[in-house]
């Protein structure tokens, strides 16, 4: 069955550096997000995106989070100014089509850790 | 955000018996409720979902119901088996299809 990957499974990160998470989506679909959960917290949404735009951002997507499709298959979260609060598991997820109970398919995600 | 809140954080039932998850919403607004099932070190597995134009949907030996007047939904499994054993994750789909979580219930079952 076809499933969504995520590079690195872990990653550490000095604060104040850029770091990018990578997740190579389902083939044929279309519509890409990016959750995370903080330890012992909530899954959180951060971004939708379809068609090379993002359709929805979160609160927390602030101006140091960016996504990018820079080719035909991968999508990936740059956060250019890592903070201690941004350590977390970070999910990437896709989906065939937009809502309409459709399920989103996640990747094992990557465990950023802010030294 | 509490627009979702699963309020039992573990739930043990004996294998064999019938489990039940919980979950509620405050935001009236929802077209679609997921359950999502979550191993460690994994990313969450979708199980099945529910429109809230309907009360009740099944496969196999998950079934989803759906109560709009109190805002409420539940997950039964029957059988409960070893292998169900992880977190289960409710979640609301609104108009924008980002999906919002709840907390999860860990569910363990006895064998």
């Known amino acids: 069955e076809p499933e969504v990957t995520q590079t690195p499974s872990h990653q550490v990160t000095q604060m104040g550096q850029e770091v990018i998470l990578r997740c190579v989506p389902i083939?044929?679909?279309?519509?890409f997000y990016w959750y995370r959960q903080i330890l012992g917290q909530k899954v959180e949404f951060l971004v939708s995106?379809?068609?090379?735009?993002?359709s929805e951002k979160s609160e927390i997507f602030d101006d140091q989070f960016s996504v990018e499709r820079p080719d035909g298959s991968n999508f990936t979260l740059k956060i250019r100014s890592t903070k201690l609060e941004d350590s977390a598991m970070y999910f990437c997820?896709?989906?065939?089509?937009w809502g309409a109970g459709q399920p989103q398919h996640f990747g094992d995600g990557t465990r950023l850790s802010i030294l | 955000d509490q627009q979702v809140k699963q309020n039992s954080p573990s739930l043990s039932v004996q294998e064999g018996r019938i489990s039940i998850l919980n979950c509620d919403y405050t935001?009236?607004?929802?077209?679609?409720f997921l359950w999502y099932k979550k191993y460690p070190a994994e990313g969450p597995t979708f199980l099945i979902s529910?429109?809230?134009?309907?009360d009740k949907n099944e496969d196999g030996r998950f079934t989803v119901f759906l109560n709009k007047s109190a805002k409420h939904l539940s997950l039964h499994i029957v059988p409960s088996q070893p292998g169900d054993s992880a977190v289960y994750f409710c979640?609301?789909?609104?108009?924008?299809?980002?999906?919002?979580f709840g907390q999860g219930t860990t569910l363990q079952v006895k064998p």
């Open positions: 997820a896709s989906s065939e089509e």
């Open positions: 935001n009236s607004m929802f077209d679609y």
């Open positions: 529910i429109s809230s134009i309907k």
């Open positions: 979640a609301a789909e609104g108009n924008t299809g980002k999906l919002i």
């Open positions: 083939s044929n679909h279309l519509y």
């Open positions: 995106f379809y068609n090379n735009e993002i």
